[in-house]
């Protein structure tokens, strides 16, 4: 048993969130070892494990076909229960696939309720354990025979999976079977509950690894009518088994009562150890502390700013870049590429000069380390921070969980007298836990919540909470699975605004936050995403460790970036919850309610003013909540100048506030409710900062104090914005209002957005920074950078010059990707488009035999051509999937690589950084040219200005999403296939040579649909 350890540590590896502490890791490897050695008592006698299959989610609509269960009795299977139910409805094809059951299995099998009989029978006062078991009691309960096993006490393994190894990328069974080699789940009742079995005894001896407080403390977050999982915390609470960790830190075993029994409270309460947050924060961080110096000792300077950098030389970058340099020792059988060497050597040019570098960089040139080598021997040597911001967590994760380490290992033998390689990944604050937050709510206790008509206890979530703290470092939210329907983000995150900083009992290395801020200011390397760059660009830095130069790789989604970061916007759904804040709501209280509530005790000489001055700020906030409520009624009144008054399918409309609507009676209603509204922000300001003087300097006030002047701080960037969108209307902005057609709805919001970037970026970013360097595999438009170097406000000046280089890609996409342009399809806009796409679609899925990825620009037309290519590729044995409301894009993606003959329909988000390498992807056909629509108020601001607007903005926009969804196809140098282009314009247009020079292949075809199919027919020997 013991040699299968480093399997499952290699198991794990692989299923472990990236950034997971290495004593984590080895607790999980850990786990089958102890589960085979421990006695669990209770818990592991008289068990039946149960898992069904269904038509469907809807437990009002869909019905049993699948029921099994299996008896167990300290993890050995002592008796069967499997039978199929016949549901009186056809199987989907979807479930039949993903089941293997199939209508003729179930077609002679007894109704659902029979089976229900048998199956009561077969469990009797058993407790039941099930993955997800909610979905499994629901169901089988339904059924009047069923009722009964509502007597029964049942267990969810999903959820002692989350609470008890949070720091899995999944919960699902047959994730869970991967990382710990368990029986192969395939999503037949009888293999999950097999699979089920195998893994419930880990489960427990995770529970027994955890903290004994923490187990306490979850034990005690709901009783069993609540949450009847809570029994597996309170038994092994008390009847640890001996040998376990939960045994061994044990102060005084407490025995009470059978397994699920929770009497006698108040007699074990004082035998369990206490929880504290905060201890076990400071455990773990303590942990990961290794006191060590920073590399960033500090640069010799030009002058009070600007730090002498010390670069490599071009002879150390070719070297770092051969079999027997850095990159040989990353990469065992590294073979040079000019390419990368070409462009790692600009961007040490572009820092020796202080320069800037816009470089595209194709696929398969490893563009990332052509970047980090040149960044890290750089810091290393001057002392100097260097930023890489990413558009996607992929990238950011892949940077600093994999390349950035091999990176790290390589340069301490390569230059052992160089200082080791630090690096650390950061976020906007919102992305981490507030401590103070949570502690709360432990403290308050979980409550209920109502998520999809039914009231639901939050201690699932909370104990997960608790535990992935527990098993964090400085990790953020983004990896943590849990339901935030129970939990909202919101609940358990803070703002810049909202933070106490140093106020807070856990600021400074407790902080997630502020610690992973800390731990970055010390590093060579700080890796983060576009978001938070523009962030601190707009708030004029602060947010980010200061950076001598960054790298901003996948480029091309730069300047939507900081657009959105510099707008200012007027929301009616931010406006509802400031209104909730200053003024009474129901059963909530006011900030200023809870600020008399926390201080009375502490202000008794000076009551009366502070009263005084709560009940000023009170009456001043419930004065500003009828002013903002009656604003957000009438910002409905814009929707006057909404176009498609007939057949509209969609919710929400974007309208290009122009001068004319800005002229209009309509907009000038509107500005005199936010004039109103305006005023009253203003004196709720000013009685805002006479509390948050009045209560400096009380302690037992630093929370109140915090909250009322982060309120200030929310409504002057509210009269911030109104004054820009209502008063001063510059130039230089775009207005727009997000209207949701439903009156009776908030959600609407009114922006103004800058016009050009380019301005910004230059201000806030080139004249403060030493280098920037540009990267991405599709920036050129036709061979230049015109368009985008325009977007981002490069070459106007000193500071922002740039240099520009196109790297070819070390791929042979000549050869590897043909790409087809239909002659013969009508025009997009013309009625009989759709049939004959839906045509091409049918013909070209058959020919190929499947493997293909369609990417749509508008979700109806998607859901149309799907109605109709769906069925006639199941005549032919092929799936086709399809990207519709509410289905998870991860499990499509996950479906389609697991899945090699699998089609795909789907729309933007699968149009970049959506990798599926091999024969998972033989083919990618494009529709429709993703040119912005018509009615988009930046693209009618930009028409209104300039005649070639089109040519200069939106046409190179379209182009570059163009490359990104044709770079989908290609991600390996042996991968191979076909972009099919169904767009006629590309023949009929003269911008059509433009949109097809700027592909990745010029291996170009341009026919009729019938030669397309014929061709890849005989490709496919079909």
């Excluded at 699932?460 to 990790?475: D, G, H, M, N």
């Excluded at 990825?853 to 051509?865: A, G, K, Q, W």
């Amino acid at each position: 048993m013991e040699s299968t350890t480093p399997r499952l540590r290699g198991n794990l590896e692989k299923n472990v969130t990236d950034g997971t502490p290495n004593d984590v890791v080895e607790r999980y490897a850990s786990l089958k070892n102890l589960a085979d050695r421990l006695d669990f008592g209770a818990l592991d006698e008289n068990v039946v494990v149960l898992d069904t299959e269904t038509t469907g989610l809807s437990f009002s609509h869909d019905e049993l076909i699948q029921v099994a269960a299996a008896r167990m009795s300290h993890g050995k299977i002592e008796s069967w229960f499997v039978s199929f139910a016949n549901p009186g409805k056809p199987i989907p094809e979807e479930i039949e696939h993903l089941t293997h059951i199939s209508n003729s299995d179930v077609a002679e099998a007894p109704a659902p309720d029979e089976v229900m009989r048998q199956l009561v029978e077969f469990v009797g006062d058993a407790r039941i354990v099930a993955h997800n078991a909610e979905f499994d009691r629901t169901f089988t309960t339904k059924y009047p025979a069923g009722k009964a096993l509502l007597e029964n006490e049942w267990i969810d393994s999903l959820d002692l999976s989350r609470i008890a190894l949070p720091r899995l990328k999944s919960h699902r069974l047959i994730d869970l079977v991967k990382a710990f080699d368990a029986p192969l789940s395939t999503h037949r009742a009888d293999a999950d509950v097999e699979a089920t079995c195998s893994l419930f005894r880990v489960l427990l001896a995770a529970v027994c690894s955890m903290p004994r407080s923490l187990v306490a403390e979850i034990a005690t977050m709901a009783d069993k009518d609540q949450w009847p999982t809570v029994v597996v915390f309170d038994y092994l609470l008390h009847h640890a088994p001996s040998g376990s960790p939960l045994a061994d830190s044990a102060e005084t075993p407490a025995e009470t009562g059978e397994a699920g029994c929770q009497g006698e409270k108040a007699e074990s309460a004082a035998k369990t150890p206490l929880f504290s947050l905060r201890s076990m924060r400071r455990q773990r961080v303590n942990s990961c502390l290794v006191a060590r110096p920073s590399s960033l000792s500090g640069a010799a300077v030009l002058d009070d700013e600007t730090p002498l950098l010390d670069v490599p030389s071009r002879a150390d970058i070719d070297r770092a870049f051969s079999a027997e340099g850095l990159l040989g020792r990353i990469y065992g059988s590294y073979d040079p590429r000019p390419e990368q060497l070409e462009m790692a050597e600009a961007v040490r040019s572009a820092f020796e000069r202080s320069n800037n570098l816009v470089v595209e960089a194709g696929t398969g040139v490893g563009k990332s380390m052509a970047y980090l080598v040149p960044s890290a021997l750089t810091s290393l040597r001057s002392g100097v921070a260097i930023g890489v911001a990413t558009n996607t967590n992929a990238l950011l994760d892949q940077l600093v969980f994999s390349e950035l380490p091999a990176l790290s290992r390589a340069l301490q033998q390569e230059a052992p007298d160089l200082p080791e390689l630090s690096y650390a990944a950061l976020k906007g604050i919102s992305h981490y836990p507030c401590l103070r937050k949570i502690e709360k709510i432990a403290a308050d206790g979980p409550s209920t919540r109502e998520v999809a008509g039914r009231q639901q206890n939050q201690a699932p979530a909370l104990a997960a909470l608790l535990s992935y703290i527990e098993q964090s470092e400085f990790s953020d939210l983004d990896a943590l699975k849990i339901d935030y329907r129970l939990l909202p983000r919101w609940a358990i995150t803070t703002t810049s605004n909202d933070c106490l900083r140093r106020k807070c009992p856990y600021f400074g290395s407790l902080c997630f936050g502020h610690g992973a801020r800390r731990r970055a200011e010390r590093c060579n390397i700080v890796v983060t995403n576009h978001a938070l760059l523009c962030c601190d660009l707009a708030a004029d830095g602060g947010l980010l460790p200061r950076a001598a130069c960054w790298v901003v790789d996948e480029a091309h989604g730069i300047e939507a970036e900081a657009r959105r970061a510099f707008t200012k916007k007027v929301d009616s759904d931010a406006l509802s919850r400031l209104c909730g804040r200053v003024a009474p709501s129901g059963s909530s209280r006011t900030i200023f309610a809870r600020a008399e509530k926390r201080v009375s005790g502490d202000v008794e000489e000076s009551g009366a003013l502070f009263y005084g001055l709560s009940n000023k700020a009170q009456e001043a906030g419930d004065a500003f909540a009828r002013a903002a409520e009656e604003y957000c009624l009438h910002v409905k009144d814009l929707l006057y100048f909404d176009t498609q008054k007939t057949g509209r399918s969609y919710e929400s409309v974007d309208l290009w506030l122009n001068g004319e609507v800005r002229r209009s009676s309509v907009f000038a209603g509107l500005k005199s409710h936010a004039l109103v509204m305006v005023e009253a922000a203003e004196k709720l300001v000013r009685r805002c900062q006479d509390l948050v003087a009045f209560l400096e300097g009380i302690d037992a006030a630093a929370e109140p104090q915090r909250e009322i002047a982060s309120t200030a701080i929310e409504l002057k960037e509210l009269i911030e914005a109104c004054d820009l969108i209502f008063s001063k209307q510059p130039e230089s902005f775009v207005f727009q209002a997000s209207l949701l057609r439903k009156k009776d709805r908030l959600g609407d919001s009114l922006g103004a957005m800058p016009l050009e970037v380019g301005s910004m970026m230059r201000d806030a970013f080139y004249s403060r920074t030493q280098s920037v360097v540009y990267a991405s595999a599709t920036l050129s438009v036709d061979g230049r950078f015109e368009a985008f170097s325009r977007a981002v406000g490069l070459n106007e000046d000193e500071s922002s010059f740039a240099r520009e280089l196109q790297v070819d890609s070390s791929f042979d996409f000549d050869n590897n990707m043909i790409v087809y342009v239909a002659s013969d399809m009508p025009e997009p806009n013309a009625p009989s488009y759709l049939a004959a796409l839906q045509k091409l679609l049918v013909g070209v899925h058959l020919a190929q035999g499947g493997s293909m990825l369609t990417l749509f620009t508008n979700r109806r037309e998607m859901e149309r051509c799907f109605d109709e290519v769906w069925p006639l590729m199941k005549r032919e044995d092929l799936r086709l999937i399809c990207q519709k409301w509410g289905v998870s894009s991860k499990a499509l993606r996950d479906d389609f690589i697991a899945d090699e003959s699998l089609s795909l329909f789907a729309l933007k988000s699968f149009w970049q950084g959506f990798d599926a390498p091999g024969s998972t992807l033989r083919g990618v056909v494009i529709p429709k040219l993703p040119f912005s629509r018509p009615t988009d108020p930046l693209s009618c601001e930009r028409a209104s200005r300039d005649d070639r607007a089109w040519f200069k903005y939106t046409l190179p926009q379209a182009v570059i999403e163009t490359k990104q969804a044709a770079g989908r196809l290609i991600r390996k140098s042996d991968d191979t296939g076909v972009v099919i282009l169904a767009d006629k314009r590309l023949v009929t247009k003269s911008y059509g040579k433009t949109v097809l020079n700027s592909l990745q292949s010029k291996t170009v075809r341009i026919c009729p649909t019938s030669e397309i199919v014929a061709s890849l027919a005989a490709m496919n020997g079909r």
